[in-house]
């Protein structure tokens, strides 16, 4: 698979990937669209300098979007971490299809109730030299049905990843509160940014076929890590 590639070429690619089959709602499924994913990681890549040469880690994974888009544009291994085991398959179906398995390592877990920091420090050795960063990138559930499952998300990714992009609702209650919690981790935002979610009509409940949702995209650096 090249690297390099147009940012239409790409797109094109997020819009081939397999979806979820049956998204559950209390774990906040949903695709995120390939425009914005390509929006969020042409920045990443490009303007930041922040997938080659470092670990990327998807928390939260899902079907792979986040994961095949940091290889597509040149990560070397991606940490695919998720607790919903068909969101994992076809994951893998979707990997496989690209025939980029050999740069994915998927981890099963949910995060409320397994500390995954060994795993990833100790999979970062035995791929990376030392100069190498930890790079978490997730669309986490924004906690709408659970409350406080971003953070849980965010106190994950503190514990051993040294910069973190991490969407959230776009909504000063949000920010400030997602101010304090940052400050608390030990982390500093050195940008955040606007991003459109367009979300396809999902569940029952849905009234519209499209929704175009505004969220905020935080680049957080661990203190603890510098």
């Known amino acids: 698979m090249k690297i390099a590639m147009k940012k239409s070429e790409f797109i094109n690619y997020i819009q081939g990937l397999k979806s979820f089959q049956d998204p559950k709602i209390d774990l906040e499924q949903y695709q995120t669209d390939a425009i914005a994913t390509a929006d969020l990681f042409f920045h990443i890549a490009f303007e930041l300098n922040d997938l080659s040469d470092n670990l990327i880690v998807d928390l939260g994974a899902g079907t792979g979007n ?3 888009a940091a290889v597509l544009l040149g990560g070397s291994k991606v940490l695919s971490v998720d607790l919903d085991s068909n969101a994992l398959n076809i994951l893998k179906e979707n990997v496989s299809e690209l025939e980029i398995s050999d740069k994915i390592q998927i981890i099963q877990a949910d995060l409320r109730e397994k500390d995954i920091t060994n795993e990833i420090i100790d999979f970062k050795k035995e791929n990376f030299d030392e100069s190498s960063k930890i790079v978490v990138i997730s669309n986490p559930p924004f906690g709408v049905h659970n409350k406080g499952a971003d953070i ?3 106190s ?3 514990k051993f ?6 969407i959230h609702n776009s909504d000063e209650k949000t920010r400030e509160y997602l101010a304090k919690k940052i400050a608390k981790f030990g982390g500093i935002v050195s940008e955040r940014a606007t991003l459109y979610l367009m979300l396809k009509k999902t569940y029952k409940f849905h009234s519209k076929k499209v929704k175009r949702i505004k969220t905020d995209v935080y680049r957080i650096l661990n203190k603890k890590k510098r």
Do not use: E, G, K
Request: no cysteine; glycine share 0%; charged share 5%.
């Open 152 to 154: 849980v998300f965010l």
């Open 156 to 158: 994950q990714a503190f």
């Open 161 to 166: 990843a040294d910069i973190i992009y991490s």
């Open 66 to 68: 986040f994961t095949i």
